[in-house]
Nanobody, 121 residues
Framework: QVQLVESGGGLVQPGGSLRLSCVAS????????MGWYRQAPGKERELVAR???????NYADSVWGRFTSSRDMGKNTVYLHMNNLKPEDTAVYYC???????????????WGKGTLVTVSA
């Protein structure tokens, strides 16, 4: 059973910074990519950042230059470093990963339960 567990959300003032972490645990054969989505109230879930096992990164235009993603594949962990946060960044942030479990022949898309980020004065 593979699980993704996020941490690091909270309340921050505009212009502030936060770092989110996501750890994948369980029987893991390989990880294709890990990343972050977010969903604001009344809006659809959107991709924020993704990083592949090869180190390729992509970001939403709305966070380009403010957010960066990093990884520690030895610890099956991905981070989202969020700087210069804006009120419109307020959302539940979900970890997402494409993982081939140890007992499977194909990759499965996994989701964490989410962590709330609130940007407010």
């Amino acid at each position: 059973q593979v699980q993704l567990v996020e941490s690091g959300g909270g309340l921050v003032q505009p212009g502030g910074s936060l770092r989110l972490s996501c750890v994948a645990s369980g029987s893991i054969y390989s990880i294709t990519h890990m990343g972050w989505y977010r969903q604001a109230p009344g809006k659809e879930r959107e991709l924020v950042a993704r990083i592949t096992s090869g180190g390729d990164e992509n970001y939403a235009d709305s966070v380009w230059g403010r957010f960066t993603s990093s990884r520690d594949m030895g610890k099956n962990t991905v981070y989202l470093h969020m700087n210069n946060l804006k009120p419109e960044d307020t959302a539940v942030y979900y970890c997402n990963a494409l993982i081939t479990p140890g007992n499977a022949d194909w990759a499965v898309n996994y989701w964490g339960k989410g962590t709330l980020v609130t940007v407010s004065a």
